[in-house]
């Protein structure tokens, strides 16, 4: 395949030029060697083009390129030449593919083209079902509408995740593909023997994540049914060295309830885990774990939060990340902090 040898130090000024030229093949992998990058062509560069890149290190060579995963800036590739350049922008970049189901925010003034997008992302991504962002995620059981819009109306699904596979029905529980990273950074934190309270648990993708490689005992809570059904389905689909209590009810009335003394506190709600924050840090050992989430536009918020509901146990920030964006200008945050 075409493509384009260019020294290393030059490769970003030339790429964004045959971006502004459309002559990068956006559905094949960049390719790099010591010294040289190489830049898979749509086409050859006419002498107006090369004239531009005003470079004499470079060369049109016959290379192999790697295909790009299915992924969201491939679907607008895909889309290009079908609706207007300004309409693929205009379909938001975040999409989410959840086992064989692809869930879209498509914006109302695409309406009259949603069938056309959901049948591009359909055969473009090979999964079995689009639909269609209805609301945000809402209510206790941070659920949002669903609209079918092509493939098979099934919404269940198996997700696979480091190894780990969810089964789970987009439409009755909550569940993130981009958390993927953070529940493994957690994973890789966690030591065999530990004692740990998932407290909104969802269908597992942290109990399970982390019981698939740690000799530990969790109790996993969640107060939606569904969630609690899947996430034991869950616990059956996978082989987990630890141990999974799974609980169906309120987070608050179980840390009242169970006089429990974990060593690691999971806090994954991020609208409303404020809430439940001093009972949790009660419940954590000496020296115990939280890992908590908000929506913040800054670190300090949360940081404090912990600090006030710690009251005189004394608190150590051992990190803090962005761990996606939730709405402009406001993170999807996580604290972990050691509690003392
Ligand atoms: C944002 S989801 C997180 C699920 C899971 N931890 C994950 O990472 O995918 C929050 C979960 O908390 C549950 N939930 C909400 N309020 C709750 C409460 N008061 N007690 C227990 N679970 C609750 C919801 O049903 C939902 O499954």
Redesign the pocket.
Known sequence: MLGLKIPKKQADQVRKILLKHSLMNLEQKIKRSDDYVYIPLSKKPDTYVMDEIGLKDIEIVDVEFEAHKKGPKSLKNYLEGRISHQKILDIRKSFDIIGDVVILEIPDELESEKYLIADSALKFTKRKAIYRKGSK?KG???TRRLEFLAGEDASETIHTEYGARFLLDVRK????PR?ATE?ERIVEQVKDGEMIV??????G??SVSIARRRTVEIYA????PE?IYYLKRNMELNKLQGKINPVL????K?LETENIRADRI?M???G?ACK?LEHAISSLKKGGILHYYEFSSDFNTPVERIKEAAGARKVIIQGKRKVKSSSPGKWHMGIDAVIN
Do not use: K, Q, W
Not at 221 to 224: A, C, F, M, P, S
Not at 249 to 252: F, P, T
């Open positions: 995620v206790v059981t941070r529980v909550y569940f993130s958390l529940r998932d407290l909104f648990a969802g269908v993708p942290f809570v969640d107060i939606n969630a009810g309120d987070a608050e179980f999971i994954n709600l991020p409303t439940y």
